[in-house]
């Protein structure tokens, strides 16, 4: 924090006549930067503030560095929430909430998509209004509090009306890099699949969850998906009715209160439900025909790919499922965790002795995880 402004606030005089200022020239300015995703030499930065009061017009701030050149930061309703510090425990997740009403943000960013953020870096800048520039204490360098840098970790919620980032804060080892990047923590910061769709990063799944595994001596080739809580997406075919007589094991797949479920630990008498340890929900897909209408909440599988999921209420036959259409959005997601990571690199067959089966219950334990974003992930 510069002497200037820590003086401003040890007077206890903001916004009085004796001072000189009005409350309006020490409000409180906020001021955010993201870095879109692209080589350090062409990074594309933009910088948006939430308003100043009810005043929703563009105001221009001074870079923290080099020549201090004048950016113009876009007004548009956004909070960040979440920031209370602690002395110990996991660190605190803050939210970025952006209002998207008329795609205002998407306009600005362009060709990129909001999961293009994840692993981005966003920082929080905070100063006096009278220290922009055309106020009356406009300086170069500019005058403001100490910087918050952050990393965009997922993105956790999105409607019509406004988009949630996660945003991890970094770690102690701050500018230590492994490899090359920043340790954010136990959550990945890796685009999902983007070394295996050629966007780089260090997630190597393949697009099209294809895995082969050895149970029997011969390799056969399976595809496995989960959506974001982890759960298997499987083909849809007919499972037999939960019966609590029966002894289930892990490649155990039942039907019970019209849901669908794997038993994850096996066991006698255990009801499945979201909260039994014993089962894991399991969702069912078809193939993608283009002949059909879909009901909101079908899953498909297009082009023998990956899992979409239909948004139309219904969604019409014909709409081919694409990342821009907007009557389908991709299920087979990842939920950026160790859990996320042991389900895929872990996936068993529940069937061994022929290919494209569904997954088991339980995964393979001796399975090693690919380094993400998860220091010392080979004892997990």
């Known amino acids: 924090m510069s002497n200037v402004i820590a003086t401003d606030l040890q007077t206890l005089e903001i916004g009085s006549q004796d001072s000189g200022t009005t409350a309006s020239d020490n409000a409180l300015v906020e001021l955010f930067e993201v870095t879109l995703p692209g080589p350090v030499s062409g990074e594309t930065t933009l910088y948006f503030h939430p308003g100043l009061d009810s005043d929703l017009t563009d105001i221009q701030f001074r870079e923290r560095t080099g020549s201090h050149a004048v950016k113009t930061y876009i007004a548009m309703p956004m909070m960040l929430d979440g920031l209370n510090l602690q002395a110990d425990g996991a660190s605190n997740r803050p939210a970025l909430t952006i209002a998207n009403i008329g795609s205002l943000l998407q306009s600005a960013m362009g060709d990129f998509k909001f999961d293009d953020l994840i692993g981005q ?7 006096l209004k009278k220290y922009l520039v055309g106020e009356d204490e406009d300086a170069s360098p500019p005058v403001e509090f100490p910087t918050q840098q952050y990393i965009i970790d997922r993105v956790a919620a999105e409607d019509g009306i406004s988009i949630t980032f996660e945003v991890a804060t970094p770690f102690d080892l701050e500018n230590i890099q492994i490899p090359r990047r920043v340790v954010v923590g136990k959550y990945c910061s890796w685009k999902y699949q983007g070394h295996a769709s050629g966007k780089g990063g260090g997630c190597t799944w393949n697009v099209d969850g294809a895995v082969k595994y050895n149970g029997d001596g011969t390799v056969r080739a399976h595809k496995a998906y989960f959506d974001f809580d982890d759960r298997p997406l499987v083909a849809s075919e007919t499972f037999a009715a939960y019966s609590a007589s029966t002894a289930y094991t892990t490649v155990s797949y039942v039907t019970h209160a019209s849901k669908f479920w794997v038993c994850t630990i096996a066991g006698t008498g255990n009801i499945p439900s979201i909260s039994s340890s014993h089962w894991k929900e399991v969702r069912k897909w078809t193939e993608w025909v283009s ?3 879909y009901t909101l909440g079908s899953l498909v599988r297009y082009n023998g790919i990956t899992i979409w999921k239909a948004t139309g209420n219904p969604t019409p036959a014909g709409q ?3 990342d821009t259409s907007p009557y389908w959005v991709r299920e087979d997601v990842c939920g950026k965790t160790l859990q996320s990571c042991k ?5 068993k ?3 061994l002795t022929s290919a494209n089966q569904k997954p088991e219950g339980s995964t393979n334990g001796a399975a090693r995880l690919p380094f993400g974003s998860f220091p010392g992930t ?3």
């Not at 870096?121 to 100063?127: K, Y």
């Not at 389900?343 to 996936?347: E, S």
Request: no cysteine; glycine share 8%; aromatic share 12%.
């Open 343 to 347: 389900a895929r690199y872990g996936f």
């Open 349 to 351: 067959p529940s069937v």
């Open 378 to 380: 080979l004892k997990y």
């Open 291 to 293: 002949g059909l209408s």
């Open 121 to 127: 870096r966003l920082v929080r800048r905070q100063t």
């Open 320 to 322: 081919i499922p694409t």
